[in-house]
């Protein structure tokens, strides 16, 4: 008698998945190529005016960061100034470019004169763009 039985394991079923990866980056670069070129117009019977200006728009300046010390110092970008020095430097400035912006960040317990006078040559120069910075409070 022959109780053993022979258990014959199923052959696994195998995909050959080399083709669909094949097929998954060709529609990959398909779709990337034509959605760049999507993006730009591509109607070439127009015939664009030309501009009377000679050069493109700039984007507006950075603003000049003014901190204002408690100790009575002023620090304009990160570099610590005499306050002629800031004059001086607010004038230039207002020559360059008369859109500058001004951002005057007054420490709450310095002298508001001192803030005034920033406010007073920024006035002088030209300056007519000037902001005070001032922290949100935080909400619970």
């Avoid at 670069?29 to 728009?57: C, G, M, Y």
């Avoid at 002629?84 to 360059?96: I, N, P, W």
């Avoid at 005034?116 to 120069?125: E, F, I, T």
């Amino acid at each position: 008698m022959n109780f053993r039985r022979t258990v014959i394991a199923p052959t696994p079923i195998l995909f050959n998945i080399t083709a669909f990866i094949d097929v998954l980056l060709v529609l990959c670069f398909f779709f990337l190529l034509t959605w760049s070129n999507r993006s730009k117009e591509t109607d070439l019977t127009i015939s664009l005016p030309k501009s009377a200006q000679k050069h493109a728009p700039q984007a507006p300046p950075a603003p000049m960061i003014v901190n204002v010390r408690t100790s009575g110092d002023l620090n304009v970008n990160g570099r610590n100034v005499t306050f002629e020095e800031f004059t001086t430097l607010v004038g230039k400035l207002a020559q360059l470019n008369p859109d500058q912006t001004v951002v005057i960040r007054g420490d709450r317990r310095s002298q508001y004169d001192l803030v005034l006078r920033v406010l007073d040559a920024c006035n002088a120069a030209g300056i007519i763009s000037v902001g005070f910075a001032a922290s949100v409070p935080a909400t619970q």
